[in-house]
């Protein structure tokens, strides 16, 4: 079945520092990939996302790659600001007749000033 | 701007009593969806309504019923709530005729039970 495995937060950062938290996929066929945000007290809000191998996604100043030879999507920022502290997931959507997002666990990102 | 809405955002009822909580949508997508989401948890599907044929996750206890009466209204009542169902009640919505993967998320209502 589909699984999605993200890096155990939570993850801490300075302001202005890089971020990177990884995700990795097990899917068939091809699936969509997203990452969704969650800030405190909040629903799911949709990142960014990449439906196929090499498509970049971005948006905000992240960034992520779907990487089909390494089933990753992981997200990126050069520099990243109090505002993005929140949780992250990772999600895959494999289409068809299956509609059903399978999401990672979530990573904590807290920023500090 | 169209969006999906979900009310009230926190909802406290009594251990056994009934209570409803409602979605609506003005994107006029054909699928909706309840999550339940526990603290420090991914989201958990309960159930989607694909226009008006309900789809019923397996493991989505009985207490659990949707209500779907047109396009842009969708209805989580719990008949009859447990301490353990206190939670964050998230309501998603997703359009098959234009992309058929992407879900868009109300801002959710947290159920406390006393």
């Known amino acids: 079945g589909n699984s999605v495995t993200q890096m155990e937060g939570p993850v801490t950062l300075s302001e202005e520092a890089f971020l990177t938290i990884n995700c990795t996929y097990t899917?068939?066929?091809?699936?969509?990939l997203f990452w969704y945000v969650q800030y405190p007290g909040e629903g799911l809000q949709l990142l960014l996302k990449a439906t196929k191998a090499d498509d970049k996604g971005s948006n905000k100043g992240f960034e992520a790659t779907y990487r089909k030879e390494t089933t990753s999507f992981h997200l990126e920022k050069g520099s990243v600001q109090v505002s993005d502290s929140a949780v992250y997931f990772c999600?895959?959507?494999?289409?068809?007749?299956?509609?059903?997002?399978?999401f990672g666990k979530g990573t904590l990102l807290t920023v500090n000033p | 701007d169209a969006m999906v809405i979900q009310n009230p955002r926190y909802q406290v009822t009594q251990f056994g009593k009934p209570v409803t909580l409602s979605c609506s949508q003005t994107l006029n997508h054909n699928v909706m969806y309840w999550y339940q989401q526990k603290s420090s948890q991914a989201p958990k599907l309960l159930f989607h309504?694909?226009?008006?044929?309900?789809?019923n996750e397996a493991d989505t206890p009985d207490n659990f019923q949707s209500r779907r009466p047109n396009t842009s209204f969708c209805f989580l009542d719990i008949r009859s709530p447990g301490l353990g169902d206190a939670a964050m009640y998230l309501c998603?919505?997703?359009?098959?005729?234009?992309?058929?993967?992407?879900?868009?998320f109300g801002p959710g209502t947290r159920l406390t039970v006393l």
């Open positions: 999600a895959l959507n494999s289409g068809g007749s299956n509609y059903k997002l399978t």
């Open positions: 899917a068939t066929g091809y699936p969509s």
């Open positions: 998603a919505t997703s359009s098959r005729d234009i992309s058929t993967d992407t879900q868009y």
């Open positions: 309504y694909y226009d008006k044929d309900f789809n």
